[in-house]
């Protein structure tokens, strides 16, 4: 089955500054990786996702980047901001809606004002 | 929208004891997901739905838990009998059929 590795696990930048989380996943048939940024003790939101068939996405401040062929994504963080600081969750599936994700363990950013 | 409803949002119980979950997904969307969190082992799926019939459920840790959706609207969750092992939180999440799976509140469990 799919498996996905997330680094770093934790990850403190100063206000203003960029950051940055890896994933790498291992079923070459997922097509599907969003982002989850989940604040202590409240859900996992959906910030950002990218298919298969684009290299990048950008809303705003946040982006993502997919090698396909490395089987590897990242998140970019540019301008932070203290609000941004939270545990973020990369995740992969076959498809978007309707198959599991399966989560890597975490990044937790602190941005420092 | 009022999006991914759960209850209870806290729940304590004595070892032992039924423990039910609740979930109403977010009305038209056709997949229904239970997910748990622990510090230890993350995020990880229990089992999922679409269209109301349950896909996978290789997730669900043992005999004691089991799921059912009866409609299109809500969900259960059903841990019998509940040990302490099982305190984590428990979320339900919903997804359309080509879209981004949106989470419920969760629901945390603690078994003394």
């Known amino acids: 089955g799919e498996n996905v590795e997330q680094h770093p696990s934790t990850l403190s930048v100063q206000e203003g500054d960029s950051a940055v989380i890896k994933c790498t996943y291992s079923d070459s048939a997922s097509n599907y990786f969003p982002w989850y940024k989940q604040e202590l003790g409240k859900r996992p939101q959906l910030i950002i996702d990218?298919?298969?068939?684009?290299g990048e996405k950008k809303d705003q401040r946040i982006a993502v980047t997919l090698n396909k062929t490395a089987k590897h994504f990242s998140l970019h963080i540019t301008e932070t901001q203290p609000e941004d600081s939270a545990v973020y969750f990369c995740a992969a599936s076959r498809f978007s809606g309707n198959t599991p994700l399966v989560f890597g363990k975490g990044t937790r950013l602190s941005v420092i004002a | 929208d009022a999006g991914v409803i759960q209850s209870p949002r806290h729940e304590v119980t004595e070892m032992g004891q039924e423990v039910t979950l609740r979930c109403k997904p977010i009305s038209g969307h056709n997949s229904l997901f239970w997910y748990r969190q622990t510090m230890m082992r993350g995020l990880e799926l229990l089992i999922y739905f679409n269209n109301n019939v349950p896909i996978d459920d290789s997730g669900m840790p043992e005999d004691r838990f089991s799921a059912k959706m009866p409609n299109a609207s809500f969900s259960t969750l059903k841990i019998q009998p509940s040990e302490p092992r099982d305190s984590a939180v428990y979320f339900c999440?919903?997804?359309?059929?080509?879209?981004?799976?949106?989470f419920g509140p969760g629901t945390r469990l603690t078994v003394l």
């Open positions: 990218i298919r298969s068939n684009v």
């Open positions: 999440a919903s997804s359309p059929t080509s879209f981004g799976q949106f």
